[in-house]
T-cell receptor, first 113, second 109 residues
């Protein structure tokens, strides 16, 4: 099992460009999450999904959109990238809500110039 | 809003010495508390959770609701314990984790 995978690993964008980050999991987990990590900060929740076809806002959702068309995939979109979105993005998944371990992907390092 | 505070950015101890990584939280309800660890070039992974009251790799953590703390302890540090450690909180009935800023633990030989 690959666990949680993220595509791409690195990306450099210019201000105003758009892109989509893909997260995939092969553990049949219901819950999926997108976090961002900035230098010297803990991970902060951007958006999450509690099942196929559902999404919800986290702590820092502005500037991002998400979709969960298939249970195994969770996409994070930046419609018009800004330098403030330079960060490392982590995807995670979990089986359920309570006391369930979140499994993390390796991260995507995004730089917006 | 809930908050997780890890007061030490960096903690350096010698091999064989005791280790204590501090974590304090603010949340008015009943939280779920976790410690996650990230070893060099590896992904973030769960170390332990308060509900299981288990010892993983010699680490333990006790939830102290009176002091709102969840400190991580190990009696004898080993070099392979060097890593970034994150304390995380999950609100009851909510989704997603609130992380502290992390503590970089360095075990010196």
């Amino acid at each position: 099992n690959a666990g949680v995978t993220q595509t791409p690993k690195f990306r450099v964008l210019k201000t105003g460009q758009s892109m989509t980050l893909l997260c995939a999991q092969d553990m049949n987990h219901e819950y999926m999450y997108w976090y961002r990590q900035d230098p010297g900060m803990g991970l902060r929740l951007i958006h999450y999904s509690v099942g196929e076809g559902t999404t919800a806002k986290g702590e820092v959702p502005d500037g991002y959109n998400v979709s969960r068309l298939k249970k195994q995939n969770f996409l994070l979109g930046l419609e018009s990238a800004a330098p403030s979105q330079t960060s490392v993005y982590f995807c995670a998944s979990s089986y359920g809500r309570t006391y369930n371990e979140q499994f993390f992907g390796p991260g995507t390092r995004l730089t917006v110039l | 809003a809930q908050r997780v505070t890890q007061p030490e950015k960096l903690l350096s101890v010698f091999k064989g010495a005791p280790v204590e990584l501090k974590c304090n939280y603010s949340y008015s309800g009943s939280p779920e508390l976790f410690w996650y660890v990230q070893y060099s070039r590896q992904r973030l992974q769960l170390l332990l959770r308060h509900i299981s009251r288990e010892s993983i790799k010699g680490f333990t953590a006790d939830l102290n609701k009176g002091e709102t703390s969840f400190h991580l302890k190990k009696p004898f540090a080993q070099e392979e314990d060097s890593a970034m450690y994150y304390c995380a909180l999950k609100r009851g009935g909510a989704d997603g984790l609130t992380f502290g800023k992390g503590t970089h633990l360095i075990i010196q030989p």
